[in-house]
Structure formats: C-alpha cells, structure tokens
C-alpha cells in the first residue's frame, strides 16, 4: 500500500492498493484455517469511493457543516470522510466500520493524516444512534440489502435529531425518493488511480419520509 493523496481530496492521504499490493490474497481462501472458514470481504478500505470524496469535499470546502459537532462516519472504509470532518474542525469523530482490515487501515489513516478518531469495530446499525450531531454515509447504497440495512438505522438518526448526509454517484439501490440534492463534484471513481475517469457525484440531506 502506498500512502498518496486522494485525487479530487488532496488534503487527505489515504494508503491505497496499486497493482504490487497482492490484495487478491485477501480474497482466496485460508489452506490452514483447519474448517470452514468465513467469507473474505473484498478491500473496500484500500480505495477512495466516489460517494466517500464527494462527501470528504463538501466538508472541507463548507467546514462549518461539521466544525464544532459530533460525527459519525457510517461505513467508514478507508476513514477518508471522518479524517475529512476531523480536519474541518469536527468536535469528535466516530467511524464504523466492521471489516477488521479495514479498522487496521483506518487506523493507520488517522494516524498519517494527524487527526484523532474513534473507532467502532461494530455494527452501529443494529442499534440505537450514537451520541452524534451529524451522520455522513458515504456509499453506503451500494447494494440492495445494505441498503435496506441501513434505511432504519438512518431514519432513527432522523428521529433522535441528527442530521444525516449521503454521498452517492447514482447508484441503482439509492433512496431518490428521500433525498435532497445539496451539491455535486466530479470525482473518480474507487480509487482514482488511473481506473476511473471523474464522474458527477453528488451530495444529498437523508430525510423524512412525506407526512412524517
């Protein structure tokens, strides 16, 4: 892994995969587990998502969004958009993350980038919120059933007064219907390193159902 800049996010290095990495061994099965052993996650964590650098952007150039407050980083990966808010003047920052690669990542992230985050090496989804002013939910509508998973969570964020912010560009599983457009950024796309050319993607407000 190489600690670089992210592109479109300059202000955060992330360490991310290129070609010499051998991540592929993360995915193959482990000869010596001696059973039956779980399913590999793929390495979400070793890239900058699109819905990720579009959300790390909006708070870096509007810092007021998160300075002073209490963040979550819902699905956090790589910790790109809570070393965003931390480095935009966040009070505290929590991020969430249940893949244990990826908490070792997001750790050495923080660490690179100087800012202080907690970790939660848990699903924060399956309870009530944490003590946070602001979510940001970057790709976290990139499949159905996450999706699904992590409609109720957000809707009780609603409800006990914490704003939530989505980034996201466009993806099929996205709640349209529930958002509101806050602004839009060409960014790459996983990764940006010569993979993804920069596509619109967009900010939005998670809220309430009409009527509610």
């Known amino acids: 892994m190489r600690l670089v800049p992210v592109p479109s996010v300059p202000e955060v290095r992330l ?82 993350e249940i893949d244990g690669n990826g908490v070792v990542a997001l750790r050495l992230n923080a660490e690179a980038n100087g800012v202080a985050i907690e970790i939660r090496d848990e699903d924060v989804t399956d309870g009530p919120p944490p003590a946070v002013d602001l979510v940001l939910a970057g790709d976290v509508f990139y499949a159905q059933d996450v999706g699904q998973r992590m409609m109720p969570f957000l809707d009780r964020c609603l409800t006990a007064g914490i704003d939530v912010l989505v980034g996201d560009p466009g993806r099929a599983w996205l709640p349209r219907l529930r958002l509101c457009l806050l602004g839009e950024y060409h960014v790459p796309d996983v990764g940006g390193n010569g993979g993804s050319e920069p596509r619109p993607s967009a900010v939005f407000a998670f809220v309430p159902t009409k009527g509610d």
């Open 15 to 96: 360490y991310q995969a290129h070609p010499g990495s051998g991540l592929r061994r993360l995915l193959e099965p482990d000869d010596d587990s001696g059973g039956v052993a779980a399913e590999p996650q793929p390495p979400y964590w070793a890239y900058a998502w699109a819905g990720g650098a579009v959300l790390a952007r909006y708070v870096l150039d509007r810092p007021s969004i998160v300075a002073g407050k209490r963040v979550l980083d819902l699905g956090a990966g790589s910790g790109l958009v809570g070393i965003a808010a931390a480095k935009a003047g966040a009070r505290a920052v929590i991020a969430a």
